[in-house]
């Protein structure tokens, strides 16, 4: 038990070592080198999903504007959705397709059609 303890003790040194300031405030009252694991996969979750949404959101809010070429509003909208993807969120080509073209102005209405 105490060989545990000595390693478990260093184990949480090595992680309170390794963290910026700001984050430290969170883990340091954890007791346990896996406490502090446990906190510290808690907290960045929160943050991934929240940076998810914000990228959802960003997606189905993207309207093309009067004048913006297409391929650029295209790019913008495959770069959100790429942006997902390195969060670990992945769309089928079909859904992709279908938010894209939602989101055309009404010039582009035959495209949606076809």
């Known amino acids: 038990m105490q060989d545990f303890l000595k390693r478990?003790?260093?184990?949480s040194?090595?992680?309170l070592g390794s963290l910026e300031k700001s984050v430290l405030?969170?883990?340091?009252?954890?007791?346990t080198s896996d406490g502090k694991m446990d906190k510290l996969t808690e907290l960045f979750n929160r943050q991934l999903t929240h940076a998810h949404s914000d990228v959802v959101g960003q997606?189905?809010?993207?309207?093309?504007s009067q004048g913006t070429p297409v391929m650029d509003h295209v790019m913008?909208?495959?770069n959100l959705f790429e942006k997902l993807e390195s969060?670990?969120?992945?769309f089928c080509l079909r859904y992709?397709?279908?938010v894209i073209l939602t989101s055309l102005?009404?010039?582009y209405v035959p495209f949606k059609i076809s």
Do not use: R
């Not at 478990?8 to 184990?11: L, Y």
């Not at 405030?25 to 007791?31: F, G």
């Not at 997606?59 to 093309?64: D, G, Q, R, T």
């Open 8 to 11: 478990d003790s260093k184990a």
């Open 76 to 78: 913008q909208m495959i």
């Open 105 to 107: 102005i009404y010039a």
């Open 13 to 15: 040194l090595y992680i």
């Open 87 to 90: 969060m670990g969120i992945a």
């Open 96 to 98: 992709k397709t279908n």
């Open 59 to 64: 997606i189905h809010n993207c309207k093309m």
């Open 25 to 31: 405030d969170s883990v340091k009252d954890v007791c």
